[in-house]
């Protein structure tokens, strides 16, 4: 797996954009459709038929009901049975098993459900094209009249895997009018490696800070427990906003544009204002696909707090295949609605540090319950963490907290704005290329030296 790593970064990648650039402009949407099915058949090729038939079907979806507009009853045949189709597919390879799982605790029942493997990236192409559809029968996108051009958009391979969920209305004018520069590219460069630097350099690190956390046991103490969920939570956003950097680099570097996926998320000073910065590509499909449309909050507050409980139940289950996720949904949708209701106005009177503890005890938390599958692993970690007859912080873990605690206090930094602050103060000066330069290179060797001599870590969206 780490030399799957290493083809990509040194061999796949930079023969992909020779050629991409090589061929005519016309051609570069099939070679990019192409070159996208070759990249998800290397991790799993016999679910190509699959995303092809994903393909077909909403292609097809948009067609009719493009063709039924002007009678938008009909229009909603096509709609409908395009997005019953959608959410059947998802429902079979990802719930399937909970489902049966779940039917199975009635005393009468005992299905016996063969295992079925989950597609890479299902749920996030899955969510764009059910917005295809659904933005081609409200008018807000045009329809696709090629093939090649929606499976490009489809299947693009910077962001398949783990996003950001890319709308169609958002690229629509892209995928046929774009004209790629050298200072775009130039820009995707940067971004990717500040992608790669995330991952391997800090989530990696965080991560085996939690699994070493993990490892020593009852004997962490209150602190030791802490410092295990802060390594979990910081190797989590960085994980994840690492590869959507990634992805947006690699869009910049052929030509798109995608919209922002994170903006600093834990530097929010309330959990409603979290839920704008994490994430912000799955919040925004939310909010326009199934909040606005049950009522959003025009129909009274208890209609607008079973949309908000909906909402965040679905949103849960979206991001996995367990209770934990269900759990973890429902619990955001919960405290988002107290806040909304109830200790909004007294929130927005704390002082702003107290805010922020706030929100980081709460988001903390949060992942407590996101990461553990195990109910009752989740409950002993939990009781660790308010739990002073255990010691205020083990030998086992202090000695951790010194060998990653440089490490940590870097990750700390880059999960705020101050470098991004620092950055567009020298970004117009005349040696700003040159660091620039020197920081892809740096981070391009350094990066490379970790792959070789880390174990494989994946993305951790990609089971997603």
Not at 275 to 301: A, D, M
Not at 332 to 337: E, N, R
Request: proline share 3%; net charge positive.
């Amino acid at each position: 797996m780490v030399f799957s790593s290493l083809i990509f970064l040194f061999a796949y990648l930079p023969v992909t954009l020779v050629i991409y650039y090589a061929v005519p402009r016309k051609a570069r949407n099939l070679f990019l459709f192409f070159i996208n099915l070759l990249f998800y058949g290397w991790g799993e090729p016999v679910m190509v038929t699959l995303m092809l038939v994903s393909i077909v079907i909403n292609y097809a979806g948009g067609y009719f009901v493009e063709k039924c507009k002007p009678d938008k009853k009909k229009a909603k045949i096509p709609l409908i049975l395009t997005v019953i189709l959608d959410i059947g597919i998802l429902a079979f390879f990802k719930y399937s098993g909970l489902i049966a799982d779940t039917l199975n605790f009635l005393p009468f029942l005992n299905i016996h459900w063969f295992k079925v493997s989950l597609p890479i990236g299902i749920s996030f192409y899955t969510f764009q094209t059910m917005s295809y559809v659904i933005d081609v029968y409200r008018d807000d996108a045009p329809v696709s009249k090629s093939f090649i051009d929606f499976g490009t958009y489809v299947a693009l391979f910077p962001q398949l895997i783990a996003g950001p969920i890319v709308r169609y209305k958002d690229v629509a004018y892209q995928l046929r009018h774009r004209r790629e520069t050298l200072e775009q590219f130039n820009k995707g460069v940067k971004l990717f490696m500040v992608g790669v630097g995330k991952k391997v350099l800090i989530a990696n690190q965080m991560g085996s800070m939690w699994d070493a956390i993990q490892a020593t046991g009852q004997q962490n103490g209150i602190l030791g427990s802490w410092l295990g969920i802060a390594g979990y939570t910081l190797q989590i956003y960085f994980d994840f906003s690492g590869y959507s950097d990634m992805a947006c680099g690699l869009g910049n570097m052929l030509g798109f544009e995608f919209l922002k996926n994170f903006n600093y998320p834990y530097i929010s000073k309330s959990v409603t204002e979290f839920w704008r910065r994490w994430h912000i590509s799955l919040s925004t499909w939310f909010r326009e696909y199934v909040y606005i449309p049950l009522g959003g909050n025009r129909r009274g507050i208890p209609r607008q707090i079973l949309n908000l409980m909906v909402v965040w139940f679905l949103t849960g289950l979206w991001h996995g295949a367990s209770y934990n996720f269900i759990l973890w949904g429902v619990y955001y949708g919960v405290i988002l609605i107290i806040e909304k209701f109830i200790i909004g106005k007294f929130l927005k009177k704390l002082p702003s540090a107290l805010k922020h503890i706030y929100t980081i005890i709460i988001f903390m938390l949060g992942w407590v319950i996101f990461y553990f599958d195990d109910m009752g692993k989740m409950g002993e970690f939990f009781v660790s963490l308010f739990n002073f007859g255990g010691g205020i912080i083990g030998h086992d873990a202090f000695v951790i907290f010194c060998r990653y605690a440089v490490i940590l206090a870097v990750a700390i930094i880059a999960a705020t704005p101050l470098g991004a602050t620092v950055y567009g103060k020298i970004k117009d000066r005349k040696y700003t290329f040159l660091l620039e330069t020197l920081f892809v290179v740096f981070v391009l060797i350094i990066s490379t030296a970790a792959i070789v001599n880390q174990s494989y870590n994946p993305f951790l969206y990609f089971r997603f």
